[in-house]
């Protein structure tokens, strides 16, 4: 889990660090939930977006992070194959 300390603005905005947003492929304008559980406010994507091409459609989490069919079937292929 990465932490960083921000300060919210006077409208209640907070910037997500660019290192997060690039880790769950994090895009502008893309629609967030924001939760809040146990005294603390949680902030995750709506749509989950694939690391590799960009989608949100079908796409399922792989180690925390984002795949879509298409390019998990591209890496499985590239591994049997030996190309990765
Ligand atoms: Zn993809």
Redesign the pocket.
Known sequence: MERAYKKMTSHGSINVPVAMRRSLAIEPKDAMVVEEKDGKIIISPYNVR?Q??G?TDGVGSFYGKG??P??ARKAYEGLKGGRL
Request: glycine share 0%; charged share 10%.
């Open positions: 694939c590799f091409c989608t795949i879509c298409d390019c």
